[in-house]
């Protein structure tokens, strides 16, 4: 018959006999740690309506002071990329109608503008159209339409305009809600 302290170190005990205290205190606290940081993103992923501020501000111009000046050249270049006027950063729509985002960009050369949704880049799609129209010899105007709105449709879109002197981007939040007719 095998003695007791054989039993233990067979299953699951034996690691934690082996184990210093020391050891133990370090292995619970790296253990509550993680749990506290998946703990922390999971309470983030619902999609609440509240209108709290954000810990992240999303949407704003990419201008001030940098810590590099090799970064503040780039970002603050007088012939860089900076959008002029856009859509408005909170956007409500009703399924099955149509979204629009407007963005207008200037610099020298002309920027490209760019759109994203949820930080992936946007390709043809059915029902996702972009019209582009060259307004001055530094300005372009980019359409994004998006007909007939979907609950997929739901998310952050972000237009980016850049040339070879800097990039200046802005964001757009978007969510649906659904119209009774009585």
Sequence with gaps: ????????????????????????????????SIFAMVTDVCGKRGRGRSRSKSRV???????????????????????????????????EYVLGHKIVFVCVARGNPRPQITWYKDGTELYYHYNHHVHEWNIAEDSIKSKLEIDPGTQMDAGVYECS???????DRRSFKTDFSIAFES
């Design 1 to 32: 018959m095998p003695s007791t302290s054989l039993q233990a170190r067979k299953g699951y005990g034996a690691v934690w006999c082996t184990m210093g205290f020391k050891n133990i205190i370090i292995a619970v606290l790296i253990t509550a």
């Design 57 to 91: 501000q999303i949407g704003l111009p990419i201008t001030g002071k940098y810590r590099d000046p090799e970064s503040d050249q780039y970002y603050n270049h007088n012939d860089g990329a900076k959008i002029v006027m856009a859509s408005h950063f909170d956007y």
């Design 161 to 167: 305009a850049d040339n070879k002197y800097s990039i």
